[in-house]
C-alpha cells in the first residue's frame, strides 16, 4: 500500500508538517509504503484558467506549464491513500494548497456535449484520482473548532466533490500557533499515528 501525504505549509517542520509525519508513521507501522511532499519546496507555476485545453485531452498533463505538478500528480494518482495538511489561513487552506488543487485540474477527461455554462456543458469520461482513500487535515492557531469549518467544507468540496476522491476522514488540531506546537499534543499525536494505521490493511 502506498500512503503520500501533501503539506500546504510555508514552514518547514510546522505544525502541518508535524502532523503529517505523525500520520506516515503510522502508515509504516502498518506496513505501507510512505512519502511526503512539502509542496513549498517544489515548482508550481499558477493556473492559468485554460480549463479546456487542460480537461478536453487525455492524460494528466497541464497544456501549459511544464514544472513540478508533473510528478506530483503522478505521485497523487499511484498512491492508494493520501493525506492532505494545511494550517488555517484567512479562513481557508492555504494558498500554497489551493495552487496545488487549481493545477489538479487537468486530473479530468471530459467531452464537450453542451451548451458551456450550464451542467449539461460535458460528458465524464475519466479522472485517475476518482476512488482514491484521502484524508483532509487542517492546523489552527484558534481554540474553537467552529473557526475552522469553512475551510473544511472548502476541503471536502474539493477532494471529495471536484476530484472524487473518498474521504475517510477528517483532522482538525486547534490551538496551536508557534512551529513545534503540535509536539506537546501527545494523546492528539498518537491519534493521529493510529488513524492512520488504522486505515492501512
Known amino acids: 500500500m502506498k500512503v503520500t501525504a501533501f503539506v500546504g505549509s510555508p514552514r518547514p517542520h510546522g505544525n ?6 505523525a500520520f506516515l508513521d503510522g502508515a509504516r507501522q502498518a506496513g505501507a509504503a510512505a512519502g511526503k511532499f512539502f509542496l513549498n519546496d517544489y515548482a508550481i507555476n ?4 485554460c480549463f479546456r485545453a487542460c480537461t478536453t485531452q487525455s492524460g494528466i498533463a497541464c497544456c501549459v506549464h511544464r514544472d513540478d505538478m508533473d510528478m506530483l500528480l503522478d505521485e497523487l494518482t499511484s498512491s492508494d491513500l493520501v493525506l492532505f495538511a494545511s494550517p488555517l489561513y484567512c479562513a481557508g487552506p492555504s494558498s500554497i494548497m489551493m495552487r496545488f488543487f487549481e493545477r489538479c485540474l487537468p486530473l479530468w477527461h471530459i467531452e464537450i456535449t453542451g451548451e458551456l455554462g450550464t451542467r449539461d456543458a460535458f460528458r465524464f469520461i475519466n479522472n485517475p484520482a476518482r476512488g482514491i482513500k484521502s484524508v483532509v487535515a487542517l492546523v489552527q492557531d484558534l481554540k474553537d473548532p467552529a473557526a475552522g469549518q469553512l475551510a473544511l467544507q472548502v476541503f471536502r468540496h474539493i477532494v471529495g466533490g471536484t476530484f472524487m476522491m473518498d474521504i475517510v476522514d477528517t483532522l482538525q488540531v486547534t490551538d496551536v500557533r508557534d512551529t513545534g506546537d503540535l509536539k506537546k499534543k501527545t494523546e492528539q499525536l498518537r491519534m493521529i499515528t493510529e488513524t492512520a494505521r488504522s486505515l492501512c490493511p
Request: net charge negative; charged share 20%; aromatic share 0%.
Open 16 to 21: 502541518s508538517d508535524i502532523l503529517a509525519d
Open 46 to 49: 499558477q493556473c492559468t484558467g
